[in-house]
């Protein structure tokens, strides 16, 4: 996989708990992968494939795709290059947003609907936030447009429900022992002994419940905490250390297969220049 030097990152200043990713004329192709924040974004040029969970989606210039925490999903040109803005927003912030705008006490967030918008409406709001951000001229701005944006959103939202499959105890351990256990090599047969299944019948239970494999999991896990640290300025060998990759040239390669660009080009985009 070539390295997409078309894409760039940036924390909002305004919003500190924004991500900004813009992509130009990008020929990166991403493996099924999933974040632990809200992600949503505008299509600017070309078109895509783009999959999330277990809908695909043919995407093009102006539509709006949404990703909920965790989902496990992967968008790729569908021919050439392909232009893109994205936001990635701190899920107990979103919460935190959508409480107000639904004005209803919860403790969880409220997922998208749909994996994508083409409401003019919706676009438009989307633009506006993007813009608001991107300018970093004002907080208040931002946080306004971003009200909008969710505002119009959750009014789509009517009296359908998401489905989603109630969590089992047994794999939600599985799943702990493996986020507290990221550095440790797991093995299959230990899991699936402790979960009280057989090796097969926990693979597929667990990728049912979750997205992706326990290996496949832990892995994009790693990645994301990988970001995390990267960006608080960590060396990039000791974050290979820490997360228990092999060596460093196997987190490089694992990192650029989620990201399309490599731990050292990420990182530059949030230290001091």
């Not at 999959?51 to 539509?63: A, E, V």
């Not at 909920?68 to 936001?87: F, I, K, Q, R």
């Not at 009200?147 to 959103?153: K, L």
Request: include cysteine; aromatic fraction near 10%; charge should be neutral.
């Amino acid at each position: 996989m070539k390295k997409d030097i078309s894409a760039s990152f940036k924390q909002s200043t305004v919003l500190p708990w924004v991500e900004l990713r813009v992509a130009s004329q990008s020929h990166a192709c991403y493996e099924a992968h999933s974040h632990d924040e809200f992600s949503f974004g505008i299509i600017n040029q070309g078109q895509a494939n783009y999959r999330n969970r277990q809908h695909s989606h043919q995407i093009g210039r102006g539509d709006v795709v949404t990703i909920n925490p965790v989902d496990v999903h992967a968008c790729n040109p569908h021919e050439g290059t392909w232009s893109y803005s994205m936001l990635f927003v701190d899920t107990l912030k979103m919460g935190d947003v959508q409480r107000d705008v639904l004005q209803r006490d919860t403790s969880d967030y409220t997922p998208f609907l749909h994996d994508v918008e083409r409401h003019p409406d919706i676009q438009r709001r989307f633009q506006a936030l993007f813009e608001a951000l991107q300018s970093d001229s004002s907080a208040l701005q931002a946080q306004v447009c971003l009200f909008d944006f969710i505002e119009a959103m959750l009014g789509r939202w009517g009296q359908e429900q998401v489905g989603r499959m109630t969590k089992q105890p047994r794999l939600m351990q599985i799943r702990e022992k493996l986020l507290d256990d990221i550095d440790h090599t797991h093995q299959l047969e230990d899991l699936a002994q402790e979960a009280g299944m057989s090796r097969y019948q926990l693979l597929r239970a667990f990728k049912s419940q979750f997205g992706l494999p326990p290996h496949a999991y832990l892995m994009d896990e790693k990645i994301k905490r990988a970001k995390v640290m990267l960006k608080s300025g960590n060396d990039i060998a000791d974050v290979a250390l820490q997360l228990g990759f092999a060596d460093q040239a196997h987190f490089q390669r694992q990192f650029k297969k989620k990201l399309a660009v490599t731990p050292k080009y990420y990182q530059s985009h949030f230290l001091p220049k």
